[in-house]
């Protein structure tokens, strides 16, 4: 098992949160929608007022190794209102490279985010995936969130969810 780090992104990683970026675009056969660039993250992200916020999850050379720290995993996400719930938070992306997947690194995102929001007296954790992605709908199931698909079908995206029970 490999010793992972998640902490808030700094300005200096958003080449690789782009490159992260890129990856899962590609995995979700959408790479031609990426048009942001690492400028734009920079300056949204890392201003007075960040539109976004980041968590990278970074590897941790063994004691002895030449190599530094490298970035295998992000989760990039945003506060939002709800007029019948107050503070939400929402989970825009997680993804982890698929060689570091299976050791809890995605969990540990997720449960960092899930302690911003109770931080920020948040309500609830969402986000979507799509719905032909069962390992990360299995992933988040089993951390205790509800499928809203059917409940809000007339106002939601694909496959929504909302991690409530990682709030408490």
């Known amino acids: 098992m490999v010793s992972v780090l998640i902490r808030e992104a700094k300005e200096g990683d958003c080449g690789n949160i782009l490159r992260l970026i ?15 660039s690492e400028e734009a993250l920079r300056a949204d992200g890392f201003g007075e007022n960040p539109f976004y916020h980041c968590l990278v999850a970074e590897i941790l050379p063994a004691p002895g190794e030449p190599q ?20 939400n938070i929402y989970l825009e992306d997680i993804y982890v490279k698929p060689e570091y997947r299976g050791q809890g ?16 007296g948040c309500s609830q954790l969402r986000l979507a995936v ?4 069962k390992g990360a709908m299995d992933l988040y199931k089993a951390l ?11 106002s939601s995206p694909p496959a929504q969810a909302v991690l409530r ?4």
């Open 130 to 133: 799509l719905d032909w992605n």
């Open 22 to 36: 890129r990856e899962l675009a590609e995995y979700e056969k959408l790479s031609d929608q990426v048009k942001i």
């Open 68 to 87: 530094g720290p490298c970035v295998v995993g992000y989760g990039l996400y945003y506060f939002i209102y709800s007029t019948w719930k107050g503070r």
């Open 105 to 120: 690194i995605g969990s540990k995102i997720i449960k960092k985010v899930a302690e911003v929001a109770l931080d920020k």
């Open 144 to 154: 205790g969130a509800q499928d809203l698909t059917e409940a809000e079908a007339s």
């Open 165 to 168: 029970d990682c709030l408490h």
